[in-house]
């Protein structure tokens, strides 16, 4: 029977039995392992709550009730029961995001995906629901034990308590892992409930006991299991956890038993209060390449082949992320110093082999950016280098402390911002697009943006050298690609890679962008226009070489894929004007929007950001401004080149 193909809603699952919500349970399995091998995307987590969703969206009726993920990831199975089954172009342009969005339906509500934040929202939800005469609509946050090692929850849980005349409930989606097994205290607690024998041993006997009956035995066993709550959680303690809340506790419940799950939500729902409902679920559910993955079950993959597991596409070339692996730990064998520190993205990061040889030298703090950085601060102190790895997008969580722990005491702390710029198919929250604008204002802060390999090495060894400053090394996601060696470097460290006889257009590349920044010089040339392409590699502070090199071109062109208001060229042109130099300058960069999800390039195409874009607009600039130019344009048409109302 076929019976996902009959859910087109969430009221669909009303008119099914236990048995029938297990299959579809099944079906579900079947339809992610299917699809999401295709587009790639998170399985492993989505694999670990079909039942668990599947429960919530049978007890409670979104979107009347709320229902809030943290993280987003998790939740493909909440957008199949509400109706989104069209998953052939997932995390594509013009597909479904791999996140909540409320472009996409009624059911969403948030979208940001930055763990940690969801009890926050259900603590908003729940109150304003109730103040404004809606006390019969339900808020329940679904959130993941990984996402309990971040402040915001436990600063939202003291929240929560304060009032217990809300219908909230916390469902803990807890599987021991984030990225890879969470680490902590909390994690420590919660690892002892899934693994004390009194919880397992009780579980499994009363199965077997009531199996023992036959037919009757078994349904009545089932009609218990959600109220054993009470009786378990005597055994596991875990109510210790909570008691100083005073937040009601459920659990642990069995999260793939649909059965369970249910009975103890339909508690938690007739409540009346705030109520923490605990889940043991396991990541990667039905799926064996996923379980046996031992360094994140498949918590994100790209396509696979659906029978073994095994990517179906190899890249060649090294990424960014691993070139970085591989430096970490050569600096890290000349230098006993240097200590890494990782917020719950040990692997992701690549901080992975560092701690494989050091392991006393590399600390996961968990989903705790603040607290990494200001512990990186106090290491600093201790006479320590600590190399603080995060993703771009999630640094923004942590500026106050890089600003007023790191920078205001002067601590050399380097800070490494793996997929900076535009992202892809992750969407809005997880684009690196802000922490160029944001970092820079930072007193004496020193930001470097490698254009390839090399230069990521080098600029990372120059980086943990600086033991009086905060520094910061930011790249991009996917593949290094091309590497271009400089022409010349400047006394001060900046790096010519072009430099025609004519001095029209100096072309300021940040980072990756070397590469369209060439491109761009390509085009100009056949149009008769000289240009001088640089790569400041430390582009903050602005080298004094890059300012005087704006002094002697008659446009100068600045591109980076960081937003473009605030960002550096606005910096470069900010310090020519200080040193008089009023040589026209167009800052290129990405817009102040949150863009969607799609493919780098889809985006970057969108902004404006490709060297077709960025060459035409040059030329009829060049036609508008009336600058003298070593020969006349040819074959060039001003409509042609005309720029767009809009532009990135």
Known sequence: MNLLAGITGPRDLDGLSTGQLTELAQEIREFLIENVSRTGGHLGPNLGVVELTTAIHRVFDSPHDAIVFDTGHQSYVHKILTGRKNFGRLRSEGGLAGYPQRSESEHDIVESSHASSSLSWADGISRAFEMTGQGDRHVVAVVGDGALTGGMTWEALNNISDDNSRKLIIVVNDNGRSYAPTIGGVAHFLNSVRTRRSYRSLHSSSERFFGAFGGPGRALHRGIRGGAHGFLSRFSNNE??????????????????????????????????????????????????????????????????????????????????????????????ENPRLVGITAAMLRPTGLHQFAEKYPKRVHDVGIAEQHAVTSAAGLAYGGLHPV????????????????????????????????????????????????????????????????????????????????????????????????????????????????????????????????????????????????????????????????????????????????????????????????????????????????????????????????????????AQVLGSKIPIARPLSGVDAQEFSIPAERG
Do not use: C
């Open 240 to 333: 210790a956890l909570y008691s100083n809340l005073d937040i009601k506790y459920l659990g642990p419940v069995h999260g793939h038993d649909i059965a369970a799950l249910t009975e103890v939500l339909e508690q938690a729902k007739s409540h009346g209060a705030p109520v923490i409902v605990h889940a043991i679920t396991e990541k990667g559910r039905g799926y064996q390449p996923a379980i046996l993955d031992v360094a994140d079950q498949f918590h994100a993959v790209g396509q696979i082949d659906p029978v073994s597991g095994e990517p179906i596409q190899v890249g060649g070339a090294a990424s960014w992320t691993s070139v970085f692996s591989e430096e970490i730990v050569a600096l890290a064998d």
């Open 388 to 619: 603080v790895a995060l993703y771009a997008t999630f640094m923004n969580r942590a500026f106050d402390q890089v600003l007023m722990d790191v920078a205001l005491h002067r601590a050399g702390v380097t800070f490494v911002l793996d997929r900076a710029g535009v992202t892809g198919p992750d969407g809005a929250s997880h684009h690196g697009m802000w922490d160029l604008a944001l970092l820079q204002v930072v007193p004496n802060i020193r930001i470097a943006a490698p254009r390839d390999a090399p230069r990521l090495r080098e600029e990372l060894g120059e980086a943990v050298a600086v033991d009086d400053a905060p520094t910061v090394i930011r790249f991009a996601k996917g593949m290094v690609g091309t590497e271009f060696d400089a022409v010349r470097r400047t006394e001060d460290g900046v790096d010519v890679l072009r430099e025609d006889e004519q001095h029209d257009v100096l072309i300021v590349t940040v980072g990756s962008m070397a590469k369209t920044g060439l491109q761009v010089a390509e085009s100009l040339a056949a149009q008769g226009i000289g240009a001088t392409v640089i790569d400041p590699r430390w582009v903050v502070p602005v080298a004094q070489s890059v300012i005087d090199f704006s002094a002697e071109h008659r446009i100068v062109i600045t591109i980076e894929d960081g937003v473009r208001v605030g960002g550096i060229g606005t910096r470069i042109r900010q310090d020519m004007r200080a040193q008089g130099v009023d040589t026209a300058v167009n800052e290129l960069g990405l817009p102040a929007e949150f863009l969607d999800h799609g493919s780098r390039d889809y985006i970057l195409d969108q902004v404006g950001l490709t060297p077709q874009h960025i060459a035409r607009d040059v030329v």
